[in-house]
Every structure is written in C-alpha cells, then in structure tokens.
C-alpha cells in the first residue's frame, strides 16, 4: 500500500467521518444498515447502474440526476450568465436547477445527459418510495458537500481552464488561497448542484402533497412524503432523532416496482 503512486483515501470521506462525529443518527452510516434491507429495484437508485449509458437505469437515480443532468444545467446556466443573458445569485440558481429537476422528475420535462449528449425523459414521474430513499441519501451527501465547501478547495481536471489553481505550483497555490475569499467554480458547481438537488426532491414532495395538482397517492404515499418534508426541514429532530426514511419504508412494506 506504500508504495501504491495513489492516495488510498479520499477527502469526500474525511467531510463524511466530521458530519458524523457532529452527529451520528443524522450523518453518521449506520443507517445504511437500513438500506441493504430494502429491494434491488430501491437500492439500484442510489447505486445507479448503467449512469454512464445512454439508456440508464433508472432514469432518475442519484448518479443520473447529479452527475449528469445536473452538470449540464449548471453549465448552461453559468454559460448564460457570462453571455450576459442571465443574472444569477447563488440561491436563484439553485431554484433554477430545482425546477429544471424537479419538473424531470414529474416527467414534464427532458434533460441532457452529460456523457452521450442523449435528451432523457422519465417513463413515469418518480413514486413517493422512490423519492424517499434518494431524499435519506442526499441527507448523508449534501452535508459533506457544504462541509468540504468551507474546509477544503476543491479543483478541476488536469488542464481545464475554469480551474484557477490548475497551472499553479504548491505554494502558488497555498499564497492564492491564503488571500481568497471567494468560490471557485469548481466549489460553486459542486455545492449549488447538490442544494439544487435536494430542493428540487422538496419541490416534488409538495407537488404530490397538494391538491391541486391531482396526483393521486395513497395512504403510504402520504406518511412518506410528509417523512420527506421532515427530514429535509430537519422537522422533529430535537424531540425525536430526525426521520430515517429507508426504516419507514421498510416498515411500511412500500411497493418497489420502479418505472424510471
């Protein structure tokens, strides 16, 4: 292993081991003791098979939505704004890629796939069950992220010129970022897809929840999208540890067929 040229670990997982020595019941990966319960059909939407592909499956698994769909939003809004076409903030941004997302999920709506360049389409919008057991992930994901945006920097590819740091030495580097106060693009893109990621999942929930969009949910449909809800507004933690989504489901015996 010493002599391996590669780091054997990865600073992803150090922002993961900080977020659960804060707190284990919310951040910490002893529920995913809770995920290898659930189905194949469940789990294959947080492990995404096939993301790369040009078929993959499911459409809207964790991979698909972050990794490539929502790369290529972010792109193409930032290339907007420096066209001068669009102003952005970091929190209109982020409502912008939601809804792009969000409107993907109910099948409304196609996305660019990022690898072969494929528009995709849903083949039925996301079920409450499916919808919970990515929303219990992106709790654990979303938080090393906004950890890792405070504490490390993170870069881009060897080569590529949005990254600041690339032609750099080390103490370049260390002098650079001594004195900056700012995101780079690669620590904006990482943060803003992953907040546009789990609001968009909030947008869905209460699209299914509200009346007047006629979607029509059963009794488990509702207790696990007003589970969604809590645990994406922290609802309930202090009095009772928080919502852990993947029990809830097993405990319901939530249907597993997926359509994505």
């Not at 938080?143 to 990254?163: P, W």
């Not at 609001?199 to 209460?206: D, E």
């Not at 696990?224 to 540890?241: A, T």
Request: with cysteine; glycine share 6%.
């Amino acid at each position: 292993m010493l002599d391996n040229p590669s780091a054997i670990w990865d600073l992803h997982d150090f922002a993961h081991l900080s977020a659960a020595s804060v707190c284990p019941v919310l951040y910490g990966s002893k529920y995913f003791t809770h995920l290898i319960k659930l189905p194949s059909e469940l789990t294959a939407l947080i492990r995404s098979p096939r993301m790369h592909t040009a078929d993959p499956t499911p459409r809207y698994s964790d991979g698909v939505l972050f990794s490539e769909l929502l790369t290529v939003l972010f792109t193409s809004e930032i290339e907007a704004v420096q066209r001068a076409e669009r102003v952005h903030t970091y929190a209109s941004l982020t409502d912008t890629l939601a809804e792009y997302v969000a409107d993907y999920l109910m099948g409304r709506r196609e996305l660019q796939h990022l690898t072969t360049g494929k528009m995709l389409r849903v083949k039925n919008p996301i079920r409450a069950v499916e919808l919970a057991t990515l929303v219990q992930n992106k709790a654990y994901e979303l938080t090393a992220s906004e950890i890792e945006q405070r504490v490390f920097t993170r870069g881009g590819a060897v080569g590529d010129s949005r990254d600041e740091l690339d032609r750099l030495s080390a103490f370049e580097r260390v002098k650079f970022l001594a004195g900056c106060r700012r995101w780079l693009y690669f620590e904006i893109r990482n943060t803003i897809k992953h907040r546009a990621h789990r609001l968009a999942y909030q947008k869905v929930a209460k699209r299914m929840l509200a009346p007047e969009n006629g979607v029509l949910i059963t009794s488990d449909d509702y207790m696990l999208l007003s589970g969604v809800i809590k645990s994406i507004d922290y609802q309930d933690y202090e009095r009772d540890g928080g919502v852990n989504l993947w029990q809830m489901i097993k405990d319901l015996g939530a249907g597993i067929d997926t359509y994505g």
